[in-house]
């Protein structure tokens, strides 16, 4: 049983991870990565399951990855462990993922964060890369998402000050989704869930794929890349049901092949 999250499925075709570390802000360490990544790839492999919603508490989302475990680790430590690469096992969970993300996202918290497919903010949230007030650099790919997510200007300038910015200016840089009212984010997340979980399962993990090769190939590629997909929608049930329904004024069901 996981100690430092909490797995339900509190909708069909939802799951729903909660980091539950409260006394340390819900802080990454070692635990935390190897629960969040086993859970979402349980998750990941279940046909059931078309949203997974990633939540944290109402004061923190994740204020990092875990400083107290970090500080006595020397050079040929973080290494030789490669101390957060197993990270990277969410950006390969193909279902989409959805950051419900109240207070703190910092450093670890805002790279979590936007490992995740929709970010969806309470407008408590507030993210900042602070690594440089540690003497360190983002290590869960700070530097190189957020880059992407809000241009460089504004990137250097939250990696280099360690300053946190508000959910307003996360939303005019691109980094956030959406905004919600605190009170209704995690209600918001879920439904958001539920209508991607109620879309054609294949057909949302193509559109996933598609807008994440935006971020790792050039324009040629990536546009070749989702005509290929696109032309593939067409070997499955869902898109007959989807453009037929569409014609006959109803709503689709989709079967999810
Ligand atoms: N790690 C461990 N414990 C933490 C962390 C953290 N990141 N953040 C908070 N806590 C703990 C505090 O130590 C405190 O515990 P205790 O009660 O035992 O002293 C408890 O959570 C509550 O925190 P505060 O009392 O500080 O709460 P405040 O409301 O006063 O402040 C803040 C909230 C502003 C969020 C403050 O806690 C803070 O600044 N936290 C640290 C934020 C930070 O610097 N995050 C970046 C961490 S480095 C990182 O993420 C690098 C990722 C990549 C590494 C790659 C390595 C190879």
């Known amino acids: 049983m996981p100690e430092t999250i909490l797995v339900t499925r509190?909708?069909?075709?939802?799951g729903l991870i909660t980091l539950n570390r409260p006394k340390a802000l819900n802080?990454?360490?070692q635990q935390v990565l190897a629960e969040?990544?086993?859970?979402?790839?349980?998750?990941?492999?279940?046909?059931e399951?078309?949203?997974i919603v990633l939540t944290g508490s109402a004061k923190a989302f994740a204020a990092g990855a875990d400083i107290k475990e970090m500080q006595p680790q020397s050079f040929s430590d973080v290494y030789a462990a490669d101390w957060f690469a197993g990270w990277d096992a969410l950006t390969r969970v193909r279902t989409p993922l959805i950051a419900a993300v109240a207070g703190y996202a910092l450093g670890g918290g805002c790279e979590l964060a936007m490992m995740c497919d929709v970010l969806l903010a309470a407008d408590t949230a507030k993210f900042g890369q602070p690594e440089i007030t540690l003497g360190v650099i983002p290590g869960m790919g700070g530097s190189q998402r957020l880059t992407r997510a809000v241009g460089k200007a504004k990137a250097m300038d939250l990696c280099l000050t360690g300053r946190m910015m508000d959910v307003e200016e996360a939303e005019r840089a691109g980094l956030v989704s959406?905004?919600?009212p605190a009170g209704s984010l995690l209600d918001e997340a879920l439904a958001t869930a539920e209508k991607i979980a109620g879309m054609s399962?294949?057909?949302?993990m193509m559109a996933k794929e598609a807008v994440n090769r935006a971020f790792e190939t050039g324009l040629t590629e990536g546009i070749l890349f989702e005509r290929r997909?696109?032309?593939g929608t067409f070997a499955t049930a869902d898109q007959k049901e989807g453009m037929a329904a569409f014609t006959e004024k109803?709503?689709?069901t989709f079967t999810n092949c």
């Open 49 to 51: 399951i078309g949203a």
């Open 250 to 252: 109803r709503k689709p």
């Open 10 to 14: 509190p909708a069909p075709g939802v």
């Open 201 to 204: 399962t294949p057909a949302a």
């Open 27 to 29: 802080a990454l360490n």
């Open 178 to 180: 959406r905004i919600v």
């Open 229 to 231: 997909v696109f032309h």
């Open 36 to 47: 969040v990544t086993e859970a979402a790839a349980e998750l990941d492999r279940d046909r």
